[in-house]
Nanobody, 126 residues
């Protein structure tokens, strides 16, 4: 089992930056790809960004390319999402997710992820 805890969300104005963190604990030695998803009210949970176990491969949704950056520090079992130039449409609950043990490659659908955090709210005002 892997436990994930997100932090760093908040209420900000458009144009500023936020950095989300996701701390993993439990069976972290197995190695797994990670992802960030978000869900706005009344909408589905969508992929925002994903990163492979080694960090060499990343994926970004078109809506965040050039503004968001995903990274990870495996020594600290932590994944980050740097969000720059935030827009009101980025408002959502952001979830950190981990693929199953040994699944080192990127997944871009929620079905490919076995473990989820509780989510952190990001609200961007105009």
């Amino acid at each position: 089992q892997v436990q994930l805890v997100e932090s760093g969300g908040g209420l900000v104005q458009a144009g500023v930056s936020l950095r989300l963190s996701c701390a993993a604990s439990g069976r972290t030695y197995s190695g797994y790809a990670m992802g960030w998803f978000r869900q706005a009210p009344g909408k589905e949970r969508d992929i925002v960004a994903a990163i492979s176990w080694g960090g060499g491969n990343t994926y970004y949704a078109d809506s965040v390319k050039g503004r968001f950056t995903i990274s990870r520090d495996n020594a600290k079992n932590t994944v980050f999402l740097q969000m720059d130039s935030l827009k009101p449409e980025d408002t959502a609950v952001y979830y950190c997710a981990a693929r199953g043990a040994g699944r080192w490659s990127i997944g871009i659908t929620s079905y490919e992820y076995a473990y989820w955090g509780q989510g952190t709210q990001v609200t961007v005002s105009s």
